[in-house]
């Protein structure tokens, strides 16, 4: 594709975004959180991207930076750390109410230590040795949330926490319909629509500046060959420490996101299942191709709504009589049509070019080696 065609195809991507709330908002509500939600898990499945599918890294504890980002905006913009500490709330009142655009880099910082934290001591793991301690970090970060509310109360621990601030820029509050008309307003879903749009492109830009990067080279080197990559003079520790740490902040900032979006967060929504969708996101979609990826976030992440919405539609149980339920005939749809994927592509729906070419290459070679 040259270049104009590219400019036409972005204008016109950037127009069909911005229109698509507004138009799923006529259908309702429904429709719009779907696309929200769609958005939060790009940003998680593009910041696992980068430690999977550029440094090749597993990596099946990702949702505890999820979690990171949720409460760090949970604890600073609720009244639960003024009601269980008096001396918080003799210095900040009722409530800290920190403002978003400051809890954002703040809670990518908070979750990128935490990466960072985890790569230190994986740093001599490969393959399932790494996804097994991985897996035990995201385990570790649900199990304190769910019970740091005693001996002090820090997490509320399973009540989770509530009353969470709505985000606010430019004095426009999201949680309430910005009125364009007397006839016409943009609800609350859909404002948020834009701050996760905004915050996907920005993310999306970043890495691809970080694939072409010599950053992103050595990340790939290293999910080629590590020993190679180390003996051409790559300091590999480094690398994967970056590439953790890195990979995490994307799931502090969206978990923040998640957090200011819901109103409510609770230890039950970053169980080991979240991490398992999120890799199956990278996987089904396309490891290290930032379309790819981006389509098996959405893929992933919509069908389930979708199909729960058409099982709301037909109503499986009264027309088989009770003997078919939805919610179990909605999750056996979703295992076979990633099985399918798989088994046909098993380099994913959208893989990278290059891998293709490569393995095209490699192919014609052995034909003219065995012609």
């Not at 089904?284 to 389509?295: D, T």
Request: glycine share 10%; with cysteine; proline share 4%.
């Amino acid at each position: 594709m040259d270049k104009q065609k590219r400019i036409v195809v972005i204008v016109l991507s950037a127009l069909a975004l911005a229109i698509l709330p507004l138009l799923l908002q006529a259908a309702g509500n429904f429709w719009v959180r779907i696309a929200d939600t769609a958005l939060l898990y790009v940003l998680l499945a593009l910041g696992l991207n980068i430690v999977v599918g550029y440094a090749g890294l597993l990596d099946l504890g990702f949702v505890a930076f999820f979690a990171i980002g949720a409460y760090t905006f949970g604890l600073l913009a609720s009244p639960h750390l003024p009601e269980n500490f008096a001396w918080f709330q003799q210095q900040f009142g009722d409530a800290l109410r920190v403002p978003v655009w400051i809890v954002i880099p703040l809670g990518a910082a908070v979750a990128g230590v935490f990466g960072i934290l985890l790569g230190a001591p994986t740093l001599k793991l490969r393959g399932d040795y790494l996804a097994i301690v991985t897996l035990g970090f995201g385990e570790i970060i649900r199990v304190f949330l769910n019970n740091l509310d005693q001996p002090v109360n820090i997490t509320n621990g399973p009540k989770g926490i509530s009353q969470i601030d709505s985000v606010r820029f430019f004095g426009i509050d999201f949680a309430r319909t910005l009125d364009i008309t007397e006839d016409y307003g943009i609800n609350s879903v859909s404002l948020y629509y834009y701050v996760f749009l905004l915050l996907v492109v920005a993310s999306v830009i970043i890495c691809h500046r970080l694939e072409l990067s010599r950053i992103g080279r050595a990340w790939m080197a290293i999910r080629e060959d590590e020993i190679a990559a180390k003996a051409m003079g790559i300091n590999t520790r480094n690398m994967k420490l970056l590439a953790f740490g890195m990979g995490a902040t994307f799931g502090g900032v969206s978990g923040v996101m998640f957090a200011a979006f819901q109103g409510f967060i609770s230890p039950e929504s970053f169980s080991l299942m979240e991490s398992v969708m999120i890799v199956a996101m990278v996987v089904l979609g396309g490891i290290g191709h930032l379309p790819g990826v981006i389509l098996g976030a959405v893929l992933l992440s919509a069908l389930p709504e979708v199909l729960r919405w058409v099982s709301g539609v037909i109503d499986l149980q009264a027309v088989t009589g009770g003997r078919l339920d939805a919610a179990i005939l909605r999750q056996l749809l979703i295992a076979l049509a990633m099985i399918i994927v798989m088994l046909l592509r098993p380099r994913g729906l959208w893989p990278t070019p290059e891998h293709g070419k490569s393995l095209q290459r490699l192919n014609g070679a052995k034909k003219g080696g065995a012609a």
